[in-house]
């Protein structure tokens, strides 16, 4: 029988790609044969880590070619293998909204509204007092870095901080020096086209009929990734136009003083909505977002209200 | 504050209502101020086990009136509170398939493709070593023997024999004995109205945009309960009318042996879905579905698949 096949979102992340990782760990070492994949090659942050830890990134796909899936750090159909409605979904580990998602079958569903899809597969492992190999407690703590911003984004939760420390002894690592070298090696920028950065961390929601879609670059200086805002608008117009997308918003984060500006681009009715929800005025296509870092805490869910 | 409500799905089943006690008694010993309600008045197999155990039954509601729910034992939004758009739901512990389920944030959802509800939250006790109260574990035990037919129907698994296995010590009552009087208890229909009978355990679901009403009730005669034929086919097309619905399934199921006979109601095209889904002749509206007990797993999914 083929493996079933273990995958996170498209335009993965860290955690997309680690937590399919060690959730097919997981499942194997309880006797369910698995094969963890990635729905796209891995960015910046996501090479370094691999490269840091000698581990080989898995075999990417876009359409699954088995029968049965697991699906980790994501629900939403758009966001997932291409012929996701042909497959029957067996398991979910996530710790996002639920939407666009639909079974014919009841299946094993975990989540939580915690920093990192990884920490609930510690959580996992620690319940069935499965034992972490160091080479995963690894990635699984370049996951939780990662989405948490070390700890600093406002998703992060107690639970996310006792996983960590516990897996950075694993590993043997100290979390805080390679944890800031590994969010910088994610902000290298330059050696990137636009498009590249655009699609980089992308995310697609239908929000009542609208198609929104929500892309995320760090960076450690705003001003300095701005000086390309031409160029990133010329890509993002051609995306919007490709892909029939009603608002665009590409995030682009300061890691080190949780500030983002966001550069807006869709018709006036739909900036509108954008304006209203977070009270801000939007001035040559930007928007100033103090505090702001985290896409599925403090954009989605107000987008979503309001639409 | 207010509590946060807790509850399981409409025309409520044992599981429904024990469910909701349970959790909401689980979540109390986590610190979490809750009530458990029902959706409706209890069956005659409910009531049976609310009085052999002595136990009040929940406050009845139609509408939630607290601003955040838990929801046990469902998921769709047509089989919980009227006013489910309005109220986030922050936690779903679930046996079944999901489907019409949305949030705007992210959530706990725990479920599992086990035989009752009330396994999972047994497991839940045992992970976070809380002890379950007798009286409860004899409300958890009748839930399994319900949503299981004492262990006999095709969605029963290990863990529910495990769970119980367990509570029944818990609690203190032979399983066995006590499950056989509770099932006949529910088998009563003598003094139901055959609207009555219709609606005691009836569920709706959306299938490819197709309103489908599938409703069950257990005898341990299929032939004297088909004595009252046109009186339940005259509820049936009432309800159809008042409901809008395309394709109604009454499953009358005889819990010793194990085998369904359907009424089956609808347009020539639904029921040439039923029949070719089926791999069945629908004679006189009727259709004999030997050895399927289960709407869940055995009904559901494949007509499903089928639209």
């Known amino acids: 029988m083929k493996k079933e096949l273990v995958f996170g979102h498209k335009n993965p992340d860290t955690d997309a790609v680690v937590a399919a990782i060690a959730y097919s760990y997981f499942m194997n070492q309880k006797g369910i044969d698995t094969e963890p994949v990635a729905l796209g090659n891995p960015n910046e942050e996501t090479k370094y880590v691999f490269n840091h830890f000698n581990y080989d990134f898995p075999r990417v796909i876009t359409s699954a070619d088995t029968d ?6 994501h629900n939403e159909s758009q966001q997932s293998v291409d012929n996701i409605s042909d497959v029957e979904v067996t398991h ?5 909204r639920i939407a666009n998602f639909e079974t ?25 007092k499965i034992e972490i190999p160091a080479q995963i407690a690894s990635l699984m703590m370049s996951a939780i870095i990662s989405d948490t911003l070390l700890l600093k984004s406002p998703t992060t939760t107690d639970q996310d901080k006792a996983a960590l420390e516990s897996l950075s002894r694993t590993a043997g690592v100290d979390y805080e020096t390679y944890g800031l070298d590994m969010l910088k090696a994610g902000t290298n920028l330059d050696s990137k086209s636009a498009k590249e950065l655009v699609e980089m961390d992308a995310k697609t929601f ?17 001003d300095d990734t701005l000086k390309r805002q031409s160029e990133f608008e010329e ?9 029939n997308e009603d608002l665009f918003i590409l ?3 300061n890691i080190l003083t949780s500030d983002t500006k ?19 005025k939007i001035e040559n296509n930007i928007a100033y977002l103090p505090g702001v870092v985290s896409r ?5 869910p107000q987008l979503n209200e309001n639409f």
């Open 235 to 243: 890509a993002i117009k051609n995306e919007m136009n490709v892909e």
């Open 68 to 73: 049965k899936v697991m699906l980790v750090d």
């Open 296 to 300: 599925k805490k403090q954009v989605v």
């Open 92 to 96: 979910v580990v996530d710790h996002h």
């Open 206 to 222: 239908d929000m009542n009929g609208k198609k929104v879609r929500i892309d995320q670059v760090n960076t450690v200086d705003l």
């Open 251 to 253: 995030l682009i984060t």
């Open 262 to 280: 966001a550069i807006v681009l869709g018709n006036d009715s739909v900036l509108s909505v954008f304006e209203l929800t977070f009270n801000t």
């Open 104 to 128: 014919s079958n009841p299946l094993f569903y975990h989540a939580e509204p915690l920093g990192c899809t990884s920490t609930i597969i510690w959580k996992l492992f620690n319940q069935e």
